[in-house]
Every structure is written in structure tokens, then in C-alpha cells.
């Protein structure tokens, strides 16, 4: 039984010979993303900002009528709402800080929410309510602390790693490709303003995850040429490391763009950050493990004889011994 190959055996793509463009768009990229992120922010959930989050649908109507909701939740008396797109045009989260008092006694936000509810349901016949979430200033803050945290420390591990198992150049080359893939990622969020909860940052843990295999594959392969091509032109050697990993890198990425694809579209929308946030991280990740990695090791000046053991002086005169 023949094994199924999208590409072919003898493949020869010259990809180091885009590494200056890829170079610069991807770097134009990673600025954007960060002027995103600190112009239009990040529309954190409730898990990150506290307060309270009602969602509703307005099942009869194209769009929802955001300046009256508005307008109508605002004459309650809870402060200022703040009203999104949620998933659908005619879909909405309302976000609202809690009552002064609301950590002491959890009866208060239930009281809100519920009048809110009400109010709404009053004047609007076919807004449904899809849910209620409700989270303390305090545990919010401990909840992105803990993401922030978990998202250093697992690129700092994985580059340790990295060092440890090859050499610090690749550490190097990993931590800029995770880097270049998170930063897209929440590029993505800033722009779109889809809600970033700590599904998403699942999300990103599973992106650097990702990212860490594909960037190995490549490293693994390239050190083994390091050894076989000692004459071999550095930027000849990472194309043809590249081109030998490139089947399985397209069959591991179809399979998982097949299967995030399917939740995408048939799944619910409490999953559909998720979906998007994988999908966009599966390209940037498969993109970044030939176009920054693999271009890092050059920069770094990497060659064939960087990693070959430095002969001693006692080495050398057992040698010049054996020799004659």
C-alpha cells in the first residue's frame, strides 16, 4: 500500500530566496498587531475585566437595535453598558460592572441581572436571553495574571528546551517564531474585537504548542544535514531541510484545518474564538517555521563547522600520533 504524498518526493522549492520580503511583511505584521492591541484593545471577557455579561438575541430582527439597548439598559441606573456584536449582527453582550458590595454579597448581581433581563424582555419581544456570567474585580484580575504567566512561561520553557536539545541559536530562532505567531494571533483579536477569554488563551497555549512541533521537525532535519552537507551553501542546506519536512507539514496542516474548519462553521459560537483564533495560528505557525526560523539561523551565522567539537592540543597529538 502506497502512502498518500501531496507533494511530490523531489520537490525543490527555493524558499530562502523570499527571505527578505517574507522578512519585512512579517515584521509590518507584528507592528500593526501591536498598534491594534494598544489603539483598539483587546475586547477582554468578563473572566479579565469582571462584571457582568448578558447575552442576548433578538430572534425576530437583522440586526440588534444597539442605540436603543443602549438608551434602555443605561436609564437602570448601573453605570454605563457596554454593548457588542456577539457572533451574529442581531446577536449582543452587554457588559456592565458589578455593584459596589456585589463581592460580599452575591445577591446583588443577581438582582441586577435579572431586573436587566426583564427590562429588556419588556421591550423587546423576541430578545432571548442566551446566558448570564458573572465574575468578581478580584478573581478577574487573578485569572489574567495566571494567563499572562502561563503564556511566558511556556515560550521561556519551550526555548530552554530548545537550547538544551539543539543549540542557542535555535532556541533563539523558536522564541522568535512564537513570538511572530502569538503576536498575529492577537493581532487578529484587536482587529475583529471578537471577545478574548480564557478560551483563547487555550488558544494561544495550543498555538505555541503547534508552533514548538513544526519549528522542531525543520531544526531536526537541518541539524542532521549539518552533518551529512559539510560543503553545502547554508541557504541551499535550509531549502532542501525544508523541502524534505514539507509533506508532513502540509499533511499535518490540511488534517487540522479539515477538523478546525468543521467546528468553524457547524460548531457553537461559545467555541467560535477558539476555532478562529487555531485556524489563523495553524497558518502563521506553518509560515513562521520556514520564513523566521529557519532565515534566523543565517542571521545567527550558523554554518556547517559551527557545531563541530573544537580539536584539543592533546587531541591533536594523539591524532598526528596515530598517523604515522
Known amino acids: 500500500m502506497r502512502l498518500l504524498k501531496l507533494v511530490p518526493q523531489h520537490t525543490n522549492i527555493h524558499f530562502l530566496k523570499w527571505q527578505w520580503p517574507t522578512t519585512i511583511i512579517s515584521v509590518a505584521l507584528m507592528i500593526a498587531s501591536w498598534a491594534l492591541v494598544f489603539t483598539h484593545g483587546l475586547n477582554l471577557g468578563v473572566d479579565f475585566v469582571g462584571g457582568q455579561m448578558i447575552r442576548v438575541t433578538f430572534t ?54 435579572k431586573r436587566i433581563t426583564a427590562d429588556i424582555r419588556s421591550q423587546h419581544a423576541d430578545a432571548r436571553v442566551d446566558g448570564v456570567d458573572s465574575v468578581s474585580g478580584k478573581v478577574s484580575k487573578e485569572l489574567g495574571w495566571t494567563a499572562f504567566k502561563a503564556l511566558g512561561f511556556a515560550a521561556i520553557a519551550i526555548s530552554i528546551y530548545i537550547w538544551y536539545r539543539f543549540e542557542w541559536q535555535f532556541g533563539v530562532g523558536t522564541m522568535i517564531s512564537l513570538i511572530h505567531d502569538v503576536t498575529l494571533v492577537m493581532g487578529l483579536f484587536a482587529l475583529t474585537q471578537w471577545e478574548f477569554d480564557l478560551t483563547i488563551v487555550a488558544a494561544i497555549l495550543t498555538v505555541i504548542g503547534y508552533s514548538l512541533n513544526d519549528t522542531i521537525v525543520v531544526y531536526d532535519r537541518i541539524r542532521e544535514n549539518l552533518k551529512k552537507y559539510r560543503r553545502m551553501p547554508m541557504e541551499e542546506l535550509l531549502d532542501l531541510s525544508v523541502n524534505e519536512t514539507l509533506n508532513r507539514t502540509v499533511m499535518v496542516s490540511l488534517t487540522m484545518l479539515i477538523t478546525l474548519s468543521a467546528l468553524l462553521i457547524l460548531g457553537p459560537k461559545v467555541i467560535f474564538g477558539f476555532s478562529a483564533a487555531m485556524i489563523l495560528g495553524l497558518f502563521v505557525c506553518t509560515y513562521s517555521s520556514v520564513y523566521a526560523a529557519a532565515p534566523m539561523l543565517i542571521w545567527l551565522n550558523v554554518t556547517a563547522q559551527s557545531f563541530v567539537p573544537t580539536e584539543t592540543a592533546l587531541e591533536k597529538q594523539e591524532r598526528l600520533a596515530r598517523e604515522r
Open 60 to 113: 425576530h430582527s437583522a440586526e440588534a437595535p444597539m442605540a436603543q439597548l443602549r438608551s434602555e439598559v443605561e436609564k437602570l441606573g448601573y453605570g454605563e453598558p457596554i454593548i457588542q456584536t456577539f457572533g451574529a449582527p442581531n446577536a449582543v453582550s452587554i457588559r456592565l460592572r458589578l455593584p459596589e458590595g456585589s463581592d460580599h454579597n452575591t445577591g446583588l448581581a443577581d438582582a441586577m441581572a
